[in-house]
T-cell receptor
Framework: AQSVTQPDIHITVSEGASLELRCNYS??????LFWYVQSPGQGLQLLLK??????LVQGIKGFEAEFKRSQSSFNLRKPSVHWSDAAEYFC?????????FGQGTRLTINP | GAVVSQHPSWVICKSGTSVKIECRSL??????MFWYRQFPKQSLMLMAT?????????EQGVEKDKFLINHASLTLSTLTVTSAHPEDSSFYIC????????????????FGPGTRLTVL
C-alpha cells in the first residue's frame, strides 16, 4: 500500500529565507504526487502536482517541487517565503483512485 | 471554477444527537465525492468514497452505521453523524472530483473548506 512520510512536523523560517519541505513516498508504480496547503480552519488548496515528464514542477504562489525517483522523494521548495506562507503543508500520493496524505508540516514564519 | 462548499462551517451539538453536513460542488458535476476526517494537528484520513446513486465505500475501521453518507445527486453529498459522542468531535472535510478533460490522467479532487464538529 502507498504511504507518505513528512519527516518534519514543524519548521520555522524567517521571512525572505528559502524553504524546503521534505516528502518521501512509498508506492509500487509510478506515483502521482501532490502538495497541498491548508490555512487554519480551512480546506486544502493544491499547490502543484507531478504525474510524469519533467521532474521539476512549478506550482502556484512561487512554489516548486522536484521528483527524485531514486530517493523516493518529492520535496517542496520556495526561494523566498512570505509571512502569508505560514500554514500546514501536506504531501500526498494517489493510488487506487484515492489520495494518501502525509502527516503534514506546519510552517511558521518569523518576521 | 471547481468550487466545493460545505455547510455548516461549524456545529456544536449535544451528545446523542445526529448532525448532518452537506458538501456541494457549485460549478461542476462531481462523479465522486470523498469524506475525510482530520484530528487537531494531524493528517486527513479518508473515511469513505461515494459515487452518485450508489452506496458509499467505507474505509476500514469506519463505522458505516455511525457515519451515514448519501450522494443523491452529482452536486450534493451529505454526511450524517448519528448519535454523536464527544469522540466524534473533529474537522470533517469533503472533496469532489471530476475529469477535467478527456485526456486528463485522473479525476482531480477539489476540497471543501471543512466543517468543525464539536460534541458536548
Amino acid at each position: 500500500a502507498q504511504s507518505v512520510t513528512q519527516p518534519d512536523i514543524h519548521i520555522t523560517v524567517s521571512e525572505g529565507a528559502s524553504l524546503e519541505l521534505r516528502c518521501n513516498y512509498s508506492y509500487g508504480a509510478t506515483p502521482y504526487l501532490f502538495w497541498y496547503v491548508q490555512s487554519p480552519g480551512q480546506g486544502l488548496q493544491l499547490l502543484l502536482k507531478y504525474f510524469s515528464g519533467d521532474t521539476l514542477v512549478q506550482g502556484i504562489k512561487g512554489f516548486e517541487a522536484e521528483f527524485k525517483r531514486s530517493q523516493s522523494s518529492f520535496n517542496l521548495r520556495k526561494p523566498s517565503v512570505h509571512w502569508s506562507d505560514a500554514a500546514e503543508y501536506f504531501c500526498a500520493v494517489r493510488g487506487a483512485q484515492k489520495l494518501v496524505f502525509g502527516q503534514g508540516t506546519r510552517l511558521t514564519i518569523n518576521p | 471554477g471547481a468550487v466545493v462548499s460545505q455547510h455548516p462551517s461549524w456545529v456544536i451539538c449535544k451528545s446523542g444527537t445526529s448532525v448532518k453536513i452537506e458538501c456541494r460542488s457549485l460549478d461542476f458535476q462531481a462523479t465522486t465525492m470523498f469524506w475525510y476526517r482530520q484530528f487537531p494537528k494531524q493528517s486527513l484520513m479518508l473515511m469513505a468514497t461515494s459515487n452518485e446513486g450508489s452506496k458509499a465505500t467505507y474505509e476500514q475501521g469506519v463505522e458505516k452505521d455511525k457515519f451515514l453518507i448519501n450522494h443523491a445527486s452529482l452536486t450534493l453529498s451529505t454526511l450524517t453523524v448519528t448519535s454523536a459522542h464527544p469522540e466524534d468531535s473533529s474537522f470533517y472535510i469533503c472533496s469532489a472530483s471530476f475529469r477535467l478533460s478527456a485526456s486528463a490522467l485522473y479525476n482531480e479532487q477539489f476540497f471543501g473548506p471543512g466543517t468543525r464538529l464539536t460534541v458536548l
